[in-house]
């Protein structure tokens, strides 16, 4: 099953309005990061918390983190028509190896209506 | 840095044909992954290399795939004989040791198509 699970799987919202996306995961983790993807175009890095995070900003973005209940949150605030896109949310946990593994949820598809 | 390269960007064969895609990642990044997206799976990892060695090839479907990385600079992967459930975007991301926090750099992706 997947380690990042994004809820909702679709949001389609007006220019001006604030975007939230939410994902949830099954084991512990070092960080959770979270990509925008273009449609046609690969991931794109956005942000990253570590794990003894709650909460980052960057820009228009804020994330937080619950390790408690296994799960974070993207808000986009001031959304624009360019913010319209896929995110992903992923996850980098140390394996039993002693590697470290970075698995992607399935997304949410953005609609920033103009 | 141009970024992580792949070529091509579009491919079109036909059953049954061999199928290369190509990869460059960024200079000095010593991990490289191979992954999938389809809209069915979503976005799979096929497979990782650690200074040019296969670490995880657990995603590989089955053995008409094959990836090599013959050096720190170039990886192939190789679909022989390629079959039309294999039409996905392929990309190609590398990242780097000594930053823990093991952000990926993607490539464009090769979108391929097999009729």
């Known amino acids: 099953s997947q380690q990042g699970e994004e809820d909702p799987q679709a949001l389609s919202i007006q220019e001006g309005e604030n975007a939230t996306m939410n994902c949830s995961y099954k084991?512990?983790?070092?960080?959770l990061q979270w990509y925008r993807q273009n449609s046609g175009r690969g991931l794109v890095h956005l942000i990253l918390?570590?794990?003894?995070?709650r909460e980052k900003h960057s820009g228009r973005l804020r994330v937080t983190l619950d390790t408690s209940k296994k799960s974070s949150s993207l808000l986009i605030t001031a959304s624009r028509a360019a913010d319209t896109a896929s995110y992903f949310c992923?996850?980098?946990?140390?394996?039993?190896?002693?590697?470290?593994?970075?698995?992607f949820g399935s997304g949410t598809r953005l609609q920033v209506q103009p | 840095d141009a970024g992580v390269i792949q070529s091509p960007r579009h491919e079109v064969t036909e059953m049954g044909q061999e199928v290369t895609l190509r990869c460059k990642p960024i200079?000095?990044?010593?991990?490289l992954f191979w992954y999938r997206q389809t809209m069915m799976r979503g976005l799979e990892l096929l497979i990782y290399?650690?200074?040019?060695?296969?670490?995880?090839d657990s995603g590989m479907p089955e053995d008409r795939f094959s990836a090599k990385m013959p050096n720190a600079s170039f990886s192939t992967l190789k679909i022989q004989p390629s079959e039309p459930r294999d039409s996905a975007v392929y990309f190609c991301?590398?990242?780097?040791?000594?930053?823990?926090?093991?952000?990926?750099?993607f490539g464009p992706g090769t979108r391929l198509t097999v009729t």
């Open positions: 290399f650690n200074n040019n060695v296969p670490i995880d």
């Open positions: 200079s000095g990044h010593d991990y």
């Open positions: 084991t512990s983790i070092n960080n």
């Open positions: 992923a996850t980098v946990r140390r394996m039993d190896t002693g590697r470290r593994a970075l698995t």
């Open positions: 918390i570590r794990s003894n995070e």
């Open positions: 991301a590398s990242s780097q040791t000594g930053t823990s926090s093991y952000e990926q750099y």
